[in-house]
């Protein structure tokens, strides 16, 4: 075929199904019509397109499968860091109960105490963000623990988001019954003229009762010396033999020895008085203004879950905290439901993170 003809032929594309030979072979020459036509597909195009659709399902199936199926589908966790059989964890068993038949799956408390909490919470801070890993925690355990330690295996600034407050109680100023006061003013004037020969117990050291009572030194003044013991059950021991003169507890672990008359409750650090002890005075109206503090329990989970995710936890543990089965038995333990939005918990969170850094550069406060 000479230039011209080739040309010819390039020009003029061959009718459909013409057969073209090239390099000695017999071709079908494939084009495009001017105006597009719909050709039915060969079998290997077929099976090229099949394949190419089922590819593309699995690839889409398995990067979103948070929305493959409703929240939850499956068992979530609940972890504690700390033993089984202290409020946090009668705390964790009752809202976990209360919320498994209103969100349809199981809520399975894990108890993974060490370090000061610091184990537990560091496995629900490296969770993956898909709700299904929560973390029950007391706030000012959790504020105090990153305004005292420089370095953390998590960001308490960034790895957890807060869910909602569930309940807080109070603690119990206290003073063993051979100490000569009957109330907060008396105290402070022994104190004051006995700088340091007063000691008082704690379950250890920078625990939040301690951090209380370092307030309250801060604002009247006082020098008693600390003491820390290994838990509260042997601090408390040693404060109603006498050993101690005077010390701090939540609520529950005060009130059988007030009741009984081993120990005296001198003052509560809410803002109101406890319904459990209804005699005893606030710290404000024994004249220190300025502490309200309780021991609040809340729940974090990791920072990047959804958002939706944590509106529905929310919902539901709000909602739980109304029951009346669930409010009686935090009355038992000594606690009020708060079931704040998320929102808020997070602003008293960051609070709470502030006073406790301004409270160790002022007291000067190190773990040993």
């Given at each position: 075929m000479n230039k011209d003809e080739n040309k010819k032929v390039l020009a003029s594309p061959p009718a459909q199904g013409e057969r073209v030979g090239v390099r000695g072979q017999s071709a079908t020459r494939h084009h495009l019509p001017l105006t597009p036509t719909l050709s039915p597909l060969t079998r290997g195009e077929a099976v090229f397109y099949k394949r190419l659709l089922v590819g593309l399902t699995l690839c889409f199936s398995f990067s979103v499968p948070a929305f493959a199926q409703p929240y939850p589908s499956k068992p979530i966790r609940l972890i504690v860091p700390l033993a089984p059989g202290g409020p946090s964890d009668i705390l964790a068993r009752t809202i976990g109960g209360a919320i498994t038949p209103t969100l349809g799956q199981q809520v399975i408390v894990d108890n993974r105490a060490g370090a000061g909490g610091i184990l537990g919470t560091d496995l629900a801070a490296k969770a993956p963000?898909?709700?299904?890993?929560?973390?029950?925690?007391?706030?000012?355990?959790?504020?105090?623990?990153?305004?005292?330690?420089?370095?953390?295996?998590?960001?308490?600034?960034?790895?957890?988001?807060?869910?909602?407050?569930?309940?807080a109680s109070p603690f119990i100023l206290l003073v063993h019954p051979s100490l000569p006061v009957l109330n907060v003013q008396q105290l402070i004037a022994l104190a004051r003229a006995r700088p340091n020969e007063l000691n008082y117990a704690s379950?250890?050291?920078?625990?939040?009762?301690?951090?209380?009572?370092?307030?309250?030194?801060?604002?009247?003044?006082?020098?008693?010396?600390?003491?820390?013991?290994?838990?509260?059950?042997?601090?408390?021991?040693?404060?109603?033999?006498?050993?101690?003169?005077?010390?701090?507890?939540?609520?529950?672990?005060?009130?059988?020895?007030v009741q009984s008359g081993?120990?005296?409750?001198?003052?509560?650090?809410?803002?109101?008085?406890?319904?459990?002890?209804?005699?005893?005075?606030?710290?404000?109206?024994?004249?220190?203004?300025?502490?309200?503090?309780?021991?609040?329990?809340?729940?974090?989970?990791?920072?990047?879950?959804?958002?939706?995710?944590?509106?529905?936890?929310?919902?539901?543990?709000?909602?739980?905290?109304?029951?009346?089965?669930?409010?009686?038995?935090?009355?038992?333990?000594?606690?009020?439901?708060?079931?704040?939005?998320?929102?808020?918990?997070?602003?008293?969170?960051?609070?709470?993170?502030?006073?406790?850094?301004?409270?160790?550069?002022?007291?000067?406060i190190k773990l040993e």
């Amino acid at each position: 075929m000479n230039k011209d003809e080739n040309k010819k032929v390039l020009a003029s594309p061959p009718a459909q199904g013409e057969r073209v030979g090239v390099r000695g072979q017999s071709a079908t020459r494939h084009h495009l019509p001017l105006t597009p036509t719909l050709s039915p597909l060969t079998r290997g195009e077929a099976v090229f397109y099949k394949r190419l659709l089922v590819g593309l399902t699995l690839c889409f199936s398995f990067s979103v499968p948070a929305f493959a199926q409703p929240y939850p589908s499956k068992p979530i966790r609940l972890i504690v860091p700390l033993a089984p059989g202290g409020p946090s964890d009668i705390l964790a068993r009752t809202i976990g109960g209360a919320i498994t038949p209103t969100l349809g799956q199981q809520v399975i408390v894990d108890n993974r105490a060490g370090a000061g909490g610091i184990l537990g919470t560091d496995l629900a801070a490296k969770a993956p963000a898909d709700g299904y890993t929560l973390l029950l925690i007391g706030m000012s355990s959790y504020t105090i623990t990153a305004a005292l330690y420089a370095k953390l295996p998590f960001d308490p600034n960034r790895d957890l988001t807060a869910v909602t407050v569930l309940a807080a109680s109070p603690f119990i100023l206290l003073v063993h019954p051979s100490l000569p006061v009957l109330n907060v003013q008396q105290l402070i004037a022994l104190a004051r003229a006995r700088p340091n020969e007063l000691n008082y117990a704690s379950g250890g050291a920078a625990t939040h009762p301690q951090m209380v009572m370092e307030i309250l030194k801060l604002k009247t003044g006082m020098k008693i010396t600390h003491i820390p013991y290994k838990g509260t059950g042997p601090a408390l021991t040693e404060t109603i033999a006498g050993q101690m003169q005077v010390s701090m507890f939540g609520i529950l672990a005060a009130l059988p020895p007030v009741q009984s008359g081993r120990l005296r409750a001198l003052a509560v650090t809410e803002a109101r008085r406890s319904a459990l002890l209804p005699e005893v005075p606030t710290l404000a109206e024994a004249g220190v203004d300025g502490i309200n503090e309780a021991a609040a329990h809340m729940i974090m989970v990791p920072a990047a879950t959804p958002k939706e995710i944590i509106a529905r936890l929310n919902r539901e543990m709000v909602a739980a905290l109304q029951n009346p089965a669930v409010k009686s038995r935090l009355a038992g333990e000594g606690a009020e439901a708060v079931g704040n939005s998320p929102e808020q918990a997070t602003a008293a969170v960051r609070a709470d993170l502030d006073k406790w850094i301004d409270v160790v550069r002022r007291t000067g406060i190190k773990l040993e």
